[in-house]
Every structure is written in structure tokens, then in C-alpha cells.
């Protein structure tokens, strides 16, 4: 069975940085595609980035310029770089991954999710 397991939230004031680690474990196939997520208080989810198995990414507009997803084919594992965080970042991340190369949709699998709290 597919696990992510997320790291690295936490509280920042705003312009700081944060950096989310996603771990893959237990999968039987190379998941080709692996993302963030985000849903914030009454909010919908939302794509934060994704990257695939070529590198290829894709960002939230909202999000360009300041993360920065990359990825560790190696280890099945996946980064996102937070920096010049805002208190509109505030929300709970959610890792996700895939055995499609598809970025515009989520893959089937996901983390239990890490709190990400940007005070002004």
C-alpha cells in the first residue's frame, strides 16, 4: 500500500520561508507524477505545484516566483520550497502522487497532510 508522509510545516511570519518534504513508501510502481496541495479554512483544495517524472512542472499562478517544487526520483521523494511566504499561504498542504504522467489532475494517492501558518 502507497504511503506519503509530509514534513515540515510549521508557523512562519510572513516573508519567511518553509520548506515540505514528502516521502513515497510502499509503491509497486514508479509514481510518475507528485504534487502539493492546499486547502485552506473554507476553502476549496487547491493546486499548489506538481512536478513529473521528467522534471516538467507546473504551479499555481499565485505561487510562481516564490516555491519551488523539485523531486528525488532516487527516493521517491518530493520537495516544496516556500519562500517569501504570506499569511494567504496559510493552509493545510496536502503531498499527492500518481502512476500517470498527468499534471492537471491529482493522482490517486495521498498524505495525511502538514499545517503551514504564515502570520503577518
Known amino acids: 500500500q502507497v504511503q506519503l508522509v509530509e514534513s515540515g510545516g510549521g508557523l512562519v511570519q510572513s516573508g519567511g520561508s518553509l520548506r515540505l518534504s514528502c516521502a513515497a513508501s510502499?509503491?509497486?510502481?514508479?509514481?510518475?507524477?507528485m504534487g502539493w496541495y492546499r486547502r485552506a479554512p473554507g476553502q476549496e483544495r487547491e493546486l499548489v505545484a506538481v512536478i513529473g517524472s521528467n522534471s516538467n512542472t507546473k504551479y499555481q499562478d499565485s505561487v510562481k516566483g516564490r516555491f519551488t517544487i523539485s523531486r528525488d526520483g532516487a527516493k521517491n521523494t518530493v520537495y516544496l520550497q516556500m519562500d517569501s511566504l504570506r499569511p494567504e499561504d496559510t493552509a493545510v498542504y496536502y503531498c499527492?502522487?500518481?502512476?500517470?504522467?498527468?499534471?492537471?489532475?491529482?493522482?490517486?494517492?495521498w498524505g495525511q497532510g502538514t499545517q503551514v501558518t504564515v502570520t503577518s
Open positions: 499527492n502522487a500518481g502512476a500517470l504522467e498527468l499534471l492537471q489532475v491529482p493522482g490517486t494517492y
Open positions: 510502499g509503491s509497486p510502481f514508479r509514481l510518475k507524477t
